[in-house]
């Protein structure tokens, strides 16, 4: 739950960031830290 509310404000933080550039480059960092996640198997203690 807690993971949930900060991916939100992450999110919010991309929709404040206009440079598209930059917008990208945060989304494939989010997504890799993910990715990275899932790997390791914690996706299920962050409960995404």
């Keep these: 739950m807690i993971f949930n ?3 939100v404000q992450i999110l ?3 929709n404040i960031v206009k440079d ?3 917008r990208r ?3 494939m960092t989010i ?3 993910i990715a990275e996640c899932r790997e390791k198997g ?3 203690d962050l409960g995404v």
């Design 42 to 44: 914690v996706s299920e």
């Design 20 to 22: 598209e550039y930059l």
């Design 25 to 27: 480059r945060i989304k």
């Design 12 to 14: 919010t933080g991309i």
């Design 31 to 33: 997504e890799n830290k």
């Design 5 to 7: 509310q900060y991916m």
